[in-house]
């Protein structure tokens, strides 16, 4: 019984003196963050413009951006214009979705000085379990003639379903 005694004492010294011998970094609530310089510490770099601003799909053409009314998006959204096909009837954007939501396009007004696209999101009602990311799908309309000279305006409205 003394040998189990002093066998347990001899563990839990070891142990002690064990945990005294090196401080371990402060993480989470209240501790401070690593070093600069530190080797824990990973570096994302920053993308590139290049890598963020939206492109039209392979074989599509952007229309010029000053040809594009964006005002009715929200900030984030994304403003990109472009010709699907050659003769200028088919007209592509990348719409914005999140969760359990869908988006879907369609030519609200044609007139000669203006073509109007309304990206509509609608999302399931009632609560449910959805991911929290957005998504940005390439989206296309087909007009009743060429867009011509004529600007494109974009808007966008939230419902549920």
């Not at 010709?83 to 007004?109: N, P």
């Amino acid at each position: 019984m003394r040998r189990l005694a002093s066998a347990v004492s001899v563990g839990a010294a070891l142990v002690l003196v064990g945990a005294c011998g090196q401080e371990q970094p402060k993480i989470g609530f209240g501790g401070a963050p690593p070093a600069v310089g530190s080797s824990s510490a990973s570096v994302t770099p920053a993308p590139t413009e290049d890598e963020t601003t939206p492109k039209p799909p392979n074989g599509a053409r952007a229309l010029p951006p000053d040809r594009v009314d964006a005002s009715g998006l929200p900030e984030g959204y994304p403003r990109l214009v472009w010709f699907q096909d050659a003769d200028g009837r088919t007209l592509g954007a990348y719409g914005q979705e999140g969760g359990c939501g869908r988006v879907e396009a369609k030519v609200t007004e044609q007139t000669a000085q203006r073509v109007r696209i309304l990206f509509t999101e609608t999302t399931p009602t009632g609560a449910q379990q959805c991911t929290m990311d957005l998504r940005y799908p390439p989206k296309t309309v087909t007009l009743d003639a060429p867009l011509g000279d004529r600007a494109v305006v974009l808007q966008e409205q939230r419902t549920e379903k």
